[in-house]
């Protein structure tokens, strides 16, 4: 199970910080991804943490994002800076065994998501 925490709504150029917090599987072994969906819009990789530590971030996002995590309080972070407009979407934590991957249906398990608002 994943539960995603830290969603809300902050003006441009603003933070915010999400969290995925894992139970039911053991995290060290598992890739945890962040996907994210805006109204109208297709899902899109954001950025993912495989279990040896690599990271990947979307163009998009890359200087501006960081992921991270720590497998003994069972969480994975995801630190947003610069905040834009177009970072308005519902974000959805996911996680499949070891490996990273941009293609959400190769992730086994995910969360409810979190609404993530950029407005002034």
């Known amino acids: 199970q994943l539960v995603e925490s830290g969603g809300g709504q902050v003006q441009p150029g603003g933070s915010l910080r999400l969290s995925c917090t894992a139970s039911?599987?053991?995290?060290?072994?598992?890739?945890i991804g962040w996907f994210r969906q805006a109204p109208g819009k297709e899902r899109e990789g954001v950025s993912c943490?495989?279990?040896?530590?690599?990271?990947d971030y979307a163009d998009s996002v890359k200087g501006r994002f960081t992921i991270s995590r720590d497998n003994a309080k069972r969480t994975t972070s995801l630190e947003m800076n610069n905040l834009k407009p177009e970072d308005t979407a519902v974000y959805y934590c996911?996680?499949?065994?070891?490996?990273?991957?941009?293609?959400?249906?190769?992730?086994?398990?995910w969360g409810q998501g979190t609404q993530v608002t950029i407005s002034s």
């Open positions: 039911g599987f053991s995290l060290p072994a598992f890739a």
């Open positions: 943490i495989s279990a040896s530590g690599d990271t």
């Open positions: 996911v996680a499949r065994s070891w490996a990273c991957s941009t293609r959400w249906n190769d992730f086994g398990s």
